[in-house]
């Protein structure tokens, strides 16, 4: 009896070990990042944020379009990494109409989904008009309101016209909304992107990396990367040290800008500085409480001194901007100048408004950078007499709900990372609840107008909210990327929603 | 003794069920709305209406709950309404990578405390003795995170020796597997030997004063000899005991070594289903744990009833 | 009671020195480590070298020195301040949460003890309903609803530690009440709440008191787990666990910003847990025969 009771604990036991040894598989196994060039080259990126699902359609967030955007899905139109300006992707070529009303987009051939369907203007029509309905639930899908129709002439030409011109609108196809998808290829798409771009999904191992591959029937210059694994870190430390230890190759962002100085000195690595979209904004409560007065704003902004709070807050790695406009838009102007830091002119501005001992609920976002400036905000406004109390809110589902819904805030930090949503600010409902007519005309103006009009009518938002003291700009999140030497191709800006990994090689 | 393991069972059973209806309630309780996190930063209301409708959060709190529960029984843990993907197998992977992690540090836990504490009780008036007590002592006050930190940034990062974290299935690539896997199990395991050593010694030491013991040794066998034949045995017990139980302490503690490390365990899984408001899949996890938990005790109360009559009989 | 219930107390009585010396370390060790934790709260309150949510960003990162005896943080916030007034929270959440358990869990063990049989059953069970529940869980799934923070953190912190101390109670409770003192006095008819008061309490106080401190440290620990999950005390309020793991990038650079958080939760853990092993030698020796 025992020997039999014996034989069947080690039956289990053997069985139970032969499953356990597949744990954490998911799907299928992953690059280590030690093979370099040619057919099999591999490279291994590190990210802090990991998509929640592969469905940007309907799931909100910068991590699925950093992640898929031009690589797995294209666009008929895309930005370019070095000078910013939209060129052709899976459109050759586009022609404007007189009145600027009518696009009309030549279209690639040759090209196919990775599901093997055929990419063709019927999958634009169908792509467009799935935006403007209900398959698409992110509020970004605003952007494709202003088409009134979308028509097939041929297999590689289809026409789109706006019910007014829109400077907007082509520059939002370079962006998620503008993605093009196949007619028979959207039944899983939280699980399984078809796109025509040069990688696949190869596999997903949530909690842990995605992994795409190489598209062998990709209608151009294949990518020079055979696999990328995008692995996803919740820890800073953890992905420097994983970078360190040779386990990743590129530090795609670095949210721990003290750990920095270990690269900068070693020759093994290599480290890029430069700009993103992300304006990382104090913002304001414009409609209730005490912030609604333009006057404690003033002081507010007065009170920071910013230089100090970049120092301190990010290791000094960033960039100072005087409102919602980073330095890579056409429209960006130097506003800092226009609130330098006078503790002296906060307190008089205080006292002008009534309030000398005031008390502020500070409710932020629980993310790094959010977190340590708002210990700078705070002990600088405790200089002139106010008091901020911090409650870092759990991001996104607390913070969404009181803070972006209800508005139920004196102050808030988060950082605003699409490109050019200096458009919120003409929308009274969002959280700012900054009401300007102004401002919504200028914004009106400079989508209809021709490109200068347009850089003049933005460089007038851009002052006329700075002057409104409608926000305040701490500083613009500095584009940090930390790899190995042998790394190419790693963009300097981030000016677009995806990481582009078309461009990356290994020398 | 049947009817006490029948007893027993019962009480795990109900115990269980108390604990999905505090779950239940508690999640149903979690502000911010998961439909509204799920599609983000100002999804339209009908949107947001429809995901309910799609997932049934707009049911009555009892039917939600039953249709729960009897898929619990089951085993169909449901769909995700923010990954869209079945939670079942998801909760069945990672906790296989836990329990890897976790059985590893259990390992050198026993590993750490079995000799140390033998040592630590043998030689109790001499110094050695006293200085190897203190440093179990010690062993217990670190944060287990803390050792790990130290550890990575050693072995990882200063002597390149080891990977600083990830995982890697140990059928896929065992070297990967078993390189990945020293740091987190010294980290949990090491602060676990600590503990363990203490109680080790504790049982030693009261096995050596035990009659048999003495007998033994007046019978001429040497003091090892004399702990060989029947003290390990009899010491056994209380400490294995103590190791089922410490399973439940390394369950949780793997939630921050899973965070140092970037594991794809069970505890990872729950942060993340906490942070995107992801309830079902959080009511999944939680069960789990409370199941592995309310388990463990159970085996333990049935198995010390059938290795220890005289306990079995008390109880009756 | 379940057999795990007196194994665990059983291995309780056994965890610890066996035999009564002259003197006794872990009393001395951990009353020295505990007193200067509570002391350097205390002195907190009266003074401390700098305010220690004070920014500078001029003296960011600075190395020990007369004028920053523990050196800043990378906001230019004193460190040693820091860890006066770190001790602060570490003493508050020890004694809220250890408060919570002991004020809960004794009495309903104690409850569960001296009462009839059903109640006896049904204590025990919401008792291993809460054990299933460990600190951190709770404290996490608490975390979520009510929002992080210092209160949530030791309220979720005791209610984990409750099963604890309702177990000890009762199972001290039953065994107060098989001895010859009480059988006397029940077969006098005295009533219950009298026995209670007079006999059960003074005899299970040694009891609650070491584990009173055993469970200080464990709560400091999960604080700290907590704090470094991000789910502790919010900033600036300093705290030891949020310390340590804002040290972690740090790491290369100021390797002394982790090691002095890391140390000081290290020392109170120790400390407490000294203590109350001390303790439990001085006040305890019944417990041996207790099998």
Redesign the interface.
């Known amino acids: 009896m025992k020997r039999r009771l014996r034989r069947l604990v080690v039956a289990i036991l053997v069985s139970g070990l032969l ?8 799907s299928a ?2 690059p ?1 990042s030690t093979s370099t060039a040619g057919e099999d080259s591999s490279l291994v990126i590190g990210f802090s944020a ?1 998509p ?2 592969l ?1 940007f359609t ?4 910068a991590a699925i379009p950093e992640a898929l955007l031009v690589n797995v899905y294209e666009g008929l139109v895309k930005l370019d990494q070095s000078t910013g300006e939209i060129v052709p992707l899976l459109a050759e070529s586009w022609t404007v109409s007189e009145d600027r009303r009518t696009y009309e987009f030549t279209l690639r051939e040759g090209v196919r989904f990775s599901n093997g369907a055929e990419f063709t203007a019927e999958d634009v029509k169908f792509s467009i008009e799935r935006v403007k309905s ?1 398959a698409w ?3 970004l899908k605003k952007g494709m309101d202003v088409v009134e129709s979308v028509e097939v002439l041929s297999p590689t030409k289809v026409r789109v016209v706006l019910s007014k011109p829109s400077n907007s609108w082509l520059f939002a196809m370079t962006t998620r909304i503008g993605a093009m998808f196949s007619r028979t290829g959207v039944d ?1 798409l ?2 399984k992107p078809v796109g025509t771009g040069p990688y696949v999904l190869k596999s997903w ?4 990396s995605i992994v795409l591959e190489r598209n062998e029937n990709y209608w151009g210059e294949p990518p020079a990367i055979k696999t990328v694994a995008l ?1 996803y ?6 992905m ?3 970078l ?4 990743i190759d590129v530090v795609g962002t670095l949210q ?1 800008p ?2 920095l ?2 690269f900068t000195d070693d020759d093994r690595f290599q480290v890029i500085e430069g700009t993103t979209n992300g304006e990382v904004t104090l913002a304001f409560n414009n409609e209730s409480g005490p912030t609604s007065d333009i006057r404690v704003r003033k002081a507010i902004k007065h009170a920071i001194d910013h230089q ?1 709070l970049l ?3 990010w ?1 000094g790695r960033g960039f100072l901007i005087g409102s919602h406009v980073p330095p890579t838009d056409p429209w960006y102007e130097d506003l800092t100048g226009l609130y330098p830091y006078d503790p002296k002119r906060a307190k008089d501005l205080l006292a002008e408004a009534g309030h000398e001992k005031l008390r502020l609920r500070f409710r932020i976002a ?1 993310l790094p950078y959010a ?2 400036a ?3 905000v ?3 406004l405790a200089e002139v007499g106010i008091t901020a109390e ?9 913070w ?2 009181e803070v ?2 209800k508005a139920d805030y004196d102050m808030s930090i988060v950082a605003h990372v699409e490109p050019r949503d200096i458009s919120t600010f003409g929308n009274p409902e969002y959280y700012w609840r900054y009401d300007n007519k102004e401002v919504r005309d200028l914004l009106a103006q400079a989508d209809a107008g021709t490109d200068d009009e347009q850089v003049t009518a933005m460089k007038r938002v851009a002052r006329t909210i700075a002057e409104d003291a409608a926000a305040d700009w701490l500083f613009l999140l500095p584009n940090l990327i930390v790899a190995k030497k042998d790394v190419t191709g790693l963009p300097k800006n981030r000016i677009g929603e995806a990481f582009d990994l078309t461009t990356l090689g290994r020398s | 003794m049947f009817l006490h393991i029948v007893h027993r069972t019962l009480a795990l059973v109900l115990t269980l069920l108390l604990a999905s209806i505090a779950v239940f309630l508690f999640m149903a309780v979690l502000p911010g709305d998961p439909a509204r996190v799920a599609l983000g930063v100002n999804a339209t209301p009908e949107a947001i209406a429809a995901l309910r409708a799609e997932f049934g959060t707009d049911r009555p709190l009892l039917v939600q709950y039953l249709d729960w529960v009897g898929g619990l029984v089951t085993g169909d843990f449901g769909v995700s309404y923010v990954t869209r993907a079945p939670i079942g197998p998801q909760i069945a992977d990672r906790l296989l990578v836990t329990l890897w992690l976790v059985g590893s540090a259990m390992v050198v836990a026993v590993v750490v405390a079995v000799p140390l504490g033998i040592l630590a009780a043998v030689r109790h008036r001499r110094l050695s003795g006293i200085l190897l007590s203190g440093l179990s002592q010690v062993g217990v006050a670190i944060p287990n995170f803390l050792a790990g930190i130290l550890l990575v940034a050693l072995f990882a990062v200063r002597w390149r020796l080891l990977p600083s974290g990830g995982w890697v299935p140990p059928a896929v690539d065992p070297l990967g597997f078993l390189q990945r896997l020293i740091l987190p199990a010294l980290a949990l395991g090491l602060v676990q030997g600590a503990v363990l050593t203490r109680y080790v010694r504790s049982a030693i030491l009261d096995v050596l004063r035990e009659d048999y013991l003495r007998t033994a040794r007046a019978k001429g066998l040497t003091l090892s000899g004399a702990l060989r034949r029947h003290g390990l045995r009899n010491a056994a017990i209380p400490v294995v005991t103590v190791l089922a139980l410490q399973l439940t302490t390394l369950l949780i503690g793997a939630v921050v070594i899973e965070r140092v490390f970037v594991i794809p365990g069970l505890g990872s899984l729950l942060l993340d289903g906490v942070a995107n408001r992801d309830l079902l899949l959080v009511q999944g996890v939680v069960m789990v744990l409370v199941l592995a938990v309310l388990l463990v005790n159970f085996v333990v109360d049935v198995l010390y009833t059938v290795l220890d009559p005289r306990i079995g009989r008390a109880v009756a | 009671m379940s057999v795990s219930d007196r194994v665990e107390s059983a291995l309780g009585a056994v965890a610890r020195a066996p035999t009564r010396r002259a003197w006794n370390p872990s009393l001395v060790v951990g009353g020295v480590l505990v007193a200067v934790v509570v002391g350097a709260a205390l002195v907190s309150f009266l003074w401390t070298p700098y305010d220690p949510t004070r920014i500078d960003p001029a003296a960011r990162l600075a190395g020990p020195s007369t004028d920053h005896l523990l050196g800043t943080d990378k906001f230019g916030r004193d460190v040693f301040s820091q860890l006066l007034v770190g001790a602060r929270t570490t003493i508050v959440v020890g004694v809220v949460a250890v408060g919570v358990a002991a004020l809960l869990g004794t009495p309903l063990g104690i409850l569960a003890g001296m009462g009839p049989r059903w109640v006896g059953q049904l204590v025990m069970r919401l008792n291993d309903l809460l054990l299933a529940f460990p600190a951190l869980l709770l404290a996490i799934m608490f975390a979520a609803v009510f929002g992080p923070g210092t209160l949530t953190a030791m309220v979720a912190i005791g209610i984990a530690t409750i099963p604890a101390f309702a177990r000890l109670a009762r199972s001290g409770t039953l065994q107060v009440m098989s001895t010859e003192y009480v059988l006397a006095a029940r077969a006098a008819g005295r009533s219950r709440l009298a026995i209670g008061l007079r006999h059960v309490l003074p005899n299970i106080a040694s009891l609650v008191i070491v584990q009173s401190s055993v469970s200080f440290a464990i709560a400091v620990l999960a604080e700290a787990a907590l704090s470094f999950l991000g789910f502790g005390t919010r900033p600036p309020t300093p705290s030891w666990g949020r310390m340590l793991q804002e040290s972690q990038e740090l790491l290369h650079e100021a390797p002394r910003l982790a090691v002095c958080s890391g140390l000081a939760i290290a020392i109170a853990v120790l400390g407490f847990n000294l203590l109350g092993d001390g303790l439990r030698d001085r006040l305890d020796p019944r417990l041996e025969e207790h099998r």
């Open positions: 499953t356990a040894c597949s744990a954490g598989a998911g196994p992953q280590t990991e929640a699902n469905d309907r799931t909100d967030g209900d639930t992110i509020s899983d939280a699980n191992r949530r909690g842990d692995r870190f919740k820890d800073p430390t953890a420097t040290n994983a360190l230890s040779g386990a721990a003290e750990a100085d270990q100090a120092d301190t807050a290791a629980n977190v340590a708002a210990q700078v705070a002990a600088q911090i409650e870092p809110l759990e991001f996104p589902a607390r969404l709900d972006f819904t």
